[in-house]
């Protein structure tokens, strides 16, 4: 299997105390929500799986560091987004000095992108990535590039192989259901940096493993 990376570093307030989210091999697995302050003043809210042995005793209010790897799952149950986003963290620390929301991610390019621009001519383009883990799975992160990247990128085919470095965007939109507005979150990488990957330029070492 070609060597994929899968890298989150988030440092933010928990916003969300943590509630049990479901068990999988007899391990408890908790949700919580993480609150990042963009430069912009804006608040990303990311939802953070983790297991009970890295929950400690985290509360509402604590700022705090976490490693992880982004997750996602369709979610058939028809109440709420079908595609859902998580991080599954792999470290938690206490304190944080700085908000932070970074994401590293090598994977496959699973279908064509879409190109178009803002009302304002702002160049977009949203790509669906799919991030290989162990055992046959993998996880597919919507993905959007901006500006002259986006207008490079969006000719790439089905199958090319991408290093994205951005980071989790959090995005509030109304959706008229029956005919009433329900205000949704959209979660996806808002990218800052694309390149054609390079297998040779990634080792072992950089892997992040579930």
Request: hydrophobic share 40%; proline share 3%.
């Amino acid at each position: 299997m070609d060597n994929i990376i899968n890298q989150v570093t988030l440092s933010g307030r928990v916003s969300a105390a943590p509630a049990l989210s479901h068990v999988t091999h007899r391990e408890n697995f908790y949700l919580f929500v993480l609150e990042i302050r963009r430069l912009s003043g804006v608040d990303d809210y990311i939802k953070i799986i983790c297991p009970e042995t890295l929950l400690r005793d985290l509360q509402l209010g604590d700022d705090v560091t976490i490693h992880g790897a982004l997750r996602t799952y369709n979610n058939k149950s028809g109440i709420g987004s079908r595609l859902v986003i998580t991080v599954l963290a792999q470290e938690i620390t206490l304190g944080s000095d700085e908000p932070i929301n970074h994401v590293v991610l090598c994977g496959t390019l699973c279908k064509m992108p879409v190109y178009r621009k803002t009302p304002l001519g702002r160049e977009i383009c949203d790509m669906l990535l799919a991030v290989n883990r162990r055992y046959g799975r993998a996880d597919y992160l919507p993905c959007i590039v901006w500006g002259p990247q986006a207008r490079e990128f969006s000719g790439a085919i089905v199958g090319t192989r991408l290093h994205i470095e951005g980071r989790i965007q959090s995005r509030v939109y109304n959706k008229v259901e029956d005919g009433i507005a329900v205000e949704k979150t959209a979660y996806e990488v808002s990218v800052a940096k694309v390149r054609t990957a390079d297998d040779d330029a990634v080792s072992d070492d950089d892997m992040l493993h579930d």
